[in-house]
């Protein structure tokens, strides 16, 4: 999108961000399990029966709310797993960098960069510009961004993909160290995987989010918002592979 905890993404409860979520318990998911990082919540909850009760956690609410775009995301890039192909890890690169490069300026503008000031200096486009210019890839146009300014709740919805996709960057790393990939394309550059997977990074985002003091309605934006990023990168990744088998066809 990798190690979870109880209450969201990544190290709190659902690695994400092109990671392969965890599924339900069913024959399907274990053997799609076979050919992928091993990324499974701690807490092993049943995510399609739970609901959102009275009471229930912000980040709880969060990751349950978003689960499917997100699952539906991952499951673009369950090759990056014992199996990869170069190709993939080149679409996952192009597809980060796209999506952040249009995103993160937002994210700078908005109120989240008052709250967590230090997000500005780990900004990931210009690591993913590294990869992109050492392996020669073409940028990707993406698709507008429904959320041009983004309150505070908003703001931190956007940021719930980012962080957890950075986190869940640092897991693809250590597959694709584990499987010898990395060592067997070395003309492929792995700046940003390497330099992400920092949990403590991901934990500061959770206590600041669990800081916030929002209306119901607020939390509705700010998981709306998550939504609406998973969905640009969906879409900007569908984008990219059409423009890709336009140029097949055309060759």
């Known amino acids: 999108m990798a190690a979870r905890t109880a209450g969201g993404p990544c190290v709190a409860g659902g690695t994400h961000h092109f990671l392969m979520m965890a599924s339900s318990n069913s024959t399907a998911a274990d053997q799609r399990a076979q050919h992928r990082p091993d990324m499974t919540y701690l807490d092993n909850a049943p995510l399609a029966k739970e609901q959102h009760r009275e009471g229930t956690s912000l980040r709880n609410r969060l990751r349950l709310a978003t689960h499917g775009r997100h699952e539906a995301l991952d499951h673009q890039f369950e090759g990056l797993g014992d199996d990869a192909r170069p190709s993939l890890y080149e679409d996952f690169i192009r597809l980060n960098h796209a999506g952040r490069d249009k995103i993160e300026p937002i994210l700078a503008a908005s109120p989240f960069a008052l709250h967590m000031p230090d997000w500005l200096s780990r900004r990931a486009t210009p690591v993913l ?58 003309a492929l550059s792995f700046s940003f995987i390497q330099r992400s997977g920092d949990a403590d990074v991901f934990r500061s985002y959770l206590a600041a989010l669990s800081a916030l003091d929002l209306s119901p309605k607020q939390e509705d934006r700010l998981i709306a918002a998550a939504n609406l990023t998973f969905d640009f990168f969906r879409s900007t990744l569908s984008a990219m592979r059409k423009s890709e088998q336009g140029k097949a066809v055309a060759w």
Do not use: C, W
Request: aromatic share 6%; hydrophobic share 45%.
């Open 129 to 186: 510009a590294e990869d992109m210019a050492a392996m020669r890839l073409e940028a990707v146009e993406t698709p507008p961004f429904a959320i041009g300014q983004p309150d505070l709740p908003q703001a931190f919805g956007i940021a719930y993909v980012l962080e957890g996709s950075r986190l869940g960057a640092g897991l693809i790393h250590k597959q694709l160290r584990r499987t010898g990939f990395i060592d067997n394309h070395p």
